[in-house]
């Protein structure tokens, strides 16, 4: 996904740093923290090529559960 492409789908990110060639889109739900890595992909476009999740402690958790908890949280199907 592009980070237009995760806007669109999960909202606002809470937090969004670029660094050099890579952007770093964070989003969170009620239990959880989603971080997206993007760099420029073979097209020139940055696409996400990373995904970290932590709970809200920063203790491990489930990249897709997160995924889903945030989508719940925004009514996104």
């Known amino acids: 996904m592009t ?8 909202g606002r990110p809470r937090i969004q ?15 959880c ?3 997206f890595y993007l760099y420029p992909s073979q097209g020139g476009v ?3 090529s990373h995904i ?5 402690q920063g203790g491990e958790f489930n990249a897709q ?3 889903h908890a945030i989508e719940a949280a ?3 199907r």
Do not use: S, Y
């Open 3 to 10: 980070a237009n492409e995760l806007i669109e789908h999960f």
């Open 17 to 31: 740093i670029r660094e050099g060639e890579g952007t770093k889109l964070q989003f969170a739900g009620a239990g």
């Open 33 to 35: 923290v989603l971080d």
């Open 46 to 48: 940055p696409r996400v």
């Open 52 to 56: 970290d999740a932590r709970n809200l």
């Open 65 to 67: 559960a997160c995924v």
């Open 74 to 76: 925004k009514g996104v």
